[in-house]
Nanobody, 120 residues
């Protein structure tokens, strides 16, 4: 069983910064990918950033140059540093981690989400 613990959300003024974290706990053999999604009322869930074990990093266009995804592999933790936040970044942010429990067993787990509100 793998569980994710997210933290770092909150209320911030436009132009401000926040850093989200997502730590994976459990009997993890390896992690293949770590992703951040966001969901706001009335909108579809959006993939914000992805980081894979192979070194691939991608961002949705609206956050390029403002958000940075990075990992601490020793802690099985992924971060999302968010700078120059805009009101349209307001959403619940979820992390998603995919990996292996053993050579044959995979896991695909989601965090409960952390609220980010950008408002003056």
């Amino acid at each position: 069983q793998v569980q994710l613990v997210e933290s770092g959300g909150g209320l911030v003024q436009p132009g401000g910064s926040l850093t989200l974290s997502c730590a994976a706990f459990g009997s993890i053999f390896s992690i293949v990918g770590m992703r951040w999604f966001r969901h706001s009322p009335g909108s579809e869930s959006e993939l914000v950033a992805v980081s894979t074990s192979g070194g691939r990093i991608n961002y949705t266009d609206s956050v390029k140059g403002r958000f940075t995804i990075f990992k601490d592999n020793a802690k099985n933790t992924v971060y999302l540093q968010m700078n120059n936040l805009k009101p349209e970044d307001t959403a619940v942010y979820h992390c998603n981690v995919v990996g292996n429990l053993t050579d044959a067993e995979v896991f695909d787990v989601w965090g409960k989400g952390t609220q980010v509100t950008v408002s003056s």
